[in-house]
């Protein structure tokens, strides 16, 4: 079924003023959704998407393409004033995501093993847990909220962001230093170091 099909018609290259919500309607495409939403929100989460395609460019509020089939965000809205959500899809990488969220993004419950290609600026709380994470390398350089990275398979992500937000200057050596003093975790130390701990 595609968006075209829904009770909203065929919206093509317009502009619709309001929030759209098409969730759970077993979607497979986005063909027939407006250009730009003013005044509300893109909801098209808990469908079948494969694909962005022909989702709006724009939307003055929140976007919610959640719970769908997704492997990458590539065709997404780049003008978003609300949150982005697009957890709990199949998302291997964060390709195609605006460059600035005004309010939070959510892609937590997805298979990523990389933050490459996140948002550069996130003003509300920056969501990515439950996925393969193993680096905070390629974080957003800033989040005005939380950064929530539990359950991933390097559980120091959010201290790891704090310290390298806090001490922008510090050597490779020198953090890892001090991540060892924050978490006590032997990983951190050269590894000639962390034989003296194996008993």
Same mark, same amino acid.
């Given at each position: ?15 619709? &003023?309001?929030?759209?919500? &098409? ?14 939403? !003013? ?19 724009? !939307? ?10 997704? $492997? =990458?965000? #590539?065709?997404?809205?780049? #003008? ?11 998302? &291997? ?29 996130? @003003? ?5 847990? =439950?996925?393969? +994470?193993? =680096? !905070?390398? %390629?974080?957003?350089?800033? +989040? ?6 539990? *359950?991933?398979?390097? /559980? %120091?992500? #959010? ?9 922008? *200057?510090? $050597? *490779? ?13 032997? @990983?951190?130390? /050269? &590894? *000639?170091?962390?034989?003296?701990? +194996?008993?």
């Amino acid at each position: 079924m595609k968006f075209k099909d829904t009770i909203y018609g065929d919206l093509t290259d317009k502009i619709f &003023v309001g929030s759209i919500n &098409v969730s759970g309607m077993e979607l497979t495409s986005l063909d027939g959704s407006p250009k730009i939403v !003013i005044n509300g929100n893109f909801d098209c989460s808990y469908n079948l998407l494969t694909s962005l395609v022909d989702s709006p460019e724009i !939307i003055r509020g929140h976007f919610n393409c959640s719970s769908n089939k997704l $492997s =990458t965000l #590539e065709y997404s809205p780049q #003008e978003i004033d609300g949150s982005y959500m697009c957890y709990d899809n199949q998302l &291997v990488s964060l390709k195609g995501s605006p460059r600035e969220i005004k309010s939070g993004f959510f892609c937590g419950m997805n298979q990523l093993t990389s933050l490459e290609y996140s948002p550069t600026k996130i @003003d509300g709380n920056f969501n990515a847990s =439950t996925n393969q +994470i193993t =680096t !905070i390398k %390629y974080a957003p350089s800033k +989040i005005g909220g939380r950064f929530f990275c539990s *359950d991933n398979p390097n /559980p %120091y992500l #959010e201290e790891e962001y704090k310290a390298k937000q806090e001490n922008p *200057d510090l $050597s *490779d050596d020198e953090f890892n230093q001090l991540m060892y003093e924050i978490t006590e975790c032997t @990983d951190y130390l /050269p &590894v *000639d170091a962390q034989e003296m701990f +194996i008993f």
